[in-house]
Structures are given as structure tokens and as C-alpha cells.
Nanobody, 125 residues
Framework: QVQLVESGGGLVQAGGSLKLSCAAS????????MGWFRQAPGKEREFVAG???????SYADSVKGRFTISRDNAKNMVYLQMNSLKPEDTAVYYC???????????????????WGQGTQVTVSS
């Protein structure tokens, strides 16, 4: 069982920055691939970024160059640094764990096994 708790969301103006954090429980955290997803009202949950145990990363095209995912295996933490935020980044952001990672980072929400409760990010124009 893996428990995930996100924090760091809030209200920010366009062009600003936020850093999301995800605290994970469990002794096998370092073996999991971790992902950040987001869901805006009326839209499907979408992949934002993922990271494997070896720090290999993957990003959605919409956030590439603006967002950075990182992890600290010693602290069981995953982070999402979000810069140059846009109003279209407004969504609930979720941290997720893939406990059976493949060579490539999965981007489908259905492939992730555990989820946090989400944290709201609102970007005003």
C-alpha cells in the first residue's frame, strides 16, 4: 500500500511559479515510477510529467520547458516545479505511483496504481 499526499497548490498570477510536493509512504518508494497528472473542470485527467527511479523524466508537450519533475528517494518525495504558469494550467494536480514500471514512463492514468487527493492550482490572467 502506498499513500500519497500532495501540497503546494494555490493561486498565482500568469507568469508566476509554484512548486508542488508529494510525500509518499512505503519502503519501496525508490522502485516506483512517479507521475503528476492534472484535471481541469469538464476535462479528462491528463499526464503532466513522470520520473523513474533513475531520474529519467518525461513531460507533456504543453508543459515542456516550463515544468520540472524531480524526486528525493531518501525523503520519499516527488516535486513539480512549475514556472511561467498560464491560465490554462489551472487544474487539480494529482501525484500518482506506478509500482510496476516499464522501460518507458507511462502516460495513461489507468496505468498508475496509487493516487493522492489532489491539490488545486489556479492561475489568474
Amino acid at each position: 500500500q502506498v499513500q500519497l499526499v500532495e501540497s503546494g497548490g494555490g493561486l498565482v498570477q500568469a507568469g508566476g511559479s509554484l512548486k508542488l510536493s508529494c510525500a509518499a509512504s512505503g519502503r519501496t518508494f525508490s522502485s516506483h515510477a512517479m507521475g503528476w497528472f492534472r484535471q481541469a473542470p469538464g476535462k479528462e485527467r491528463e499526464f503532466v510529467a513522470g520520473i523513474k527511479r533513475n531520474d529519467r523524466t518525461s513531460y507533456a508537450d504543453s508543459v515542456k520547458g516550463r515544468f520540472t519533475i524531480s524526486r528525493d528517494n531518501a525523503k520519499n518525495m516527488v516535486y513539480l516545479q512549475m514556472n511561467s504558469l498560464k491560465p490554462e494550467d489551472t487544474a487539480v494536480y494529482y501525484c500518482a505511483a506506478d509500482v510496476r514500471p516499464l522501460l518507458l514512463i507511462r502516460t495513461a492514468a489507468s496505468d498508475y496504481d496509487y493516487w493522492g487527493q489532489g491539490t488545486q492550482v489556479t492561475v489568474s490572467s
